[in-house]
Structures are given as structure tokens and as C-alpha cells.
């Protein structure tokens, strides 16, 4: 991973992945608590939020963080196998850490802000947005 951090692109990326990840998830956390202070429940916000804030991040990520230019339903759908393993993640540490052992939800999801956007960005940086290596690729 610090070799990694050593490569000037890779460290801007992360810098501004970083970044975008602050503003959009301290307003999704922002609405969150305000939703679950209203009695919906926790894991049911998480996943409502979940989505919406994925489907703002495809674009944020894709051209602010990641400069991706090629198009075609193969990033999209990469970028979406992403999500669906960093909600596996948010969901289950929601599950056992509050549902099993009765941590407060809000300082749970507030870890797994953390947790999730480090998975998502190597997810991001390696398989969604990874410059694809032939024509064949960039046209899928």
C-alpha cells in the first residue's frame, strides 16, 4: 500500500477521492442520523443512502477522481459489483456490530464510512476504473 501512495497519480486520486468522499459522506451521514432520529430503521436509512450516494459517486469518481474517458456498460456494470460488495460490508458491520452486539448504529456507520471507502477505492482504483488494456476492452 505505501508503494503505492509513492506514485504521484495514485496519490492524487486517492487525495481527491478522498476529498469528494469527505463532502458527499458527511452529508449522506448528515441525513442519516436525521432520518434514523425520525425512528426509520437503521439498516433500512443505510441502504436507501447506500444507493443514492452511489449513484452520485459512479459520476464524481469517474470523471473528477479517476479522468476515466472511455465509455460502455462494462465500467458502469464493474462499478456496481464495487457497490455491492462495499454494501455487503457496510450492511454486515451494521448487523453484527449493532444488531448482534448493541454498539450505537451511528458510531458504526461512521466506521464504516471509513471502512467501505478504503475497499472502494482500491476496488476503484484496480478493477472499475483500471485504463483498459486493449480496443476490445474500451468498446465493452
Same mark, same amino acid.
Given at each position: 500500500?505505501?508503494?503505492?501512495?509513492?506514485?504521484?497519480?495514485?496519490?492524487?486520486?486517492?487525495f481527491?477521492?478522498?476529498?469528494?468522499? /469527505?463532502?458527499?459522506?458527511?452529508?449522506?451521514?448528515?441525513?442519516?442520523?436525521?432520518?434514523?432520529?425520525?425512528?426509520?430503521?437503521?439498516?433500512?436509512?443505510?441502504?436507501?443512502?447506500?444507493?443514492?450516494?452511489?449513484?452520485?459517486?459512479?459520476? /464524481?469518481?469517474?470523471h473528477?477522481?479517476?479522468?476515466?474517458?472511455?465509455?460502455?456498460?462494462?465500467?458502469?456494470?464493474?462499478?456496481?459489483?464495487?457497490?455491492?460488495?462495499?454494501?455487503?460490508?457496510?450492511?454486515?458491520?451494521?448487523?453484527?456490530?449493532?444488531?448482534?452486539?448493541?454498539y450505537?448504529?451511528?458510531l458504526?456507520?461512521?466506521?464504516?464510512?471509513?471502512? /467501505?471507502?478504503?475497499y472502494?477505492?482500491?476496488?476503484f482504483?484496480?478493477?472499475?476504473?483500471?485504463?483498459?488494456?486493449?480496443?476490445?476492452?474500451?468498446?465493452?
Amino acid at each position: 500500500m505505501m508503494r503505492l501512495l509513492r506514485n504521484k497519480k495514485t496519490l492524487k486520486q486517492f487525495f481527491l477521492y478522498g476529498i469528494t468522499g /469527505v463532502v458527499l459522506n458527511l452529508l449522506g451521514f448528515g441525513v442519516y442520523v436525521a432520518i434514523t432520529w425520525f425512528g426509520v430503521e437503521p439498516k433500512l436509512t443505510m441502504t436507501f443512502l447506500y444507493s443514492l450516494g452511489a449513484m452520485i459517486s459512479f459520476f /464524481v469518481n469517474k470523471h473528477l477522481v479517476f479522468g476515466v474517458q472511455y465509455t460502455g456498460y462494462g465500467v458502469f456494470v464493474k462499478f456496481v459489483l464495487a457497490h455491492i460488495g462495499g454494501y455487503i460490508i457496510n450492511f454486515l458491520l451494521l448487523y453484527y456490530f449493532y444488531g448482534s452486539i448493541g454498539y450505537p448504529h451511528i458510531l458504526v456507520q461512521l466506521a464504516a464510512i471509513f471502512i /467501505v471507502g478504503l475497499y472502494l477505492f482500491i476496488a476503484f482504483k484496480f478493477f472499475v476504473f483500471k485504463k483498459p488494456s486493449s480496443i476490445l476492452e474500451r468498446s465493452i
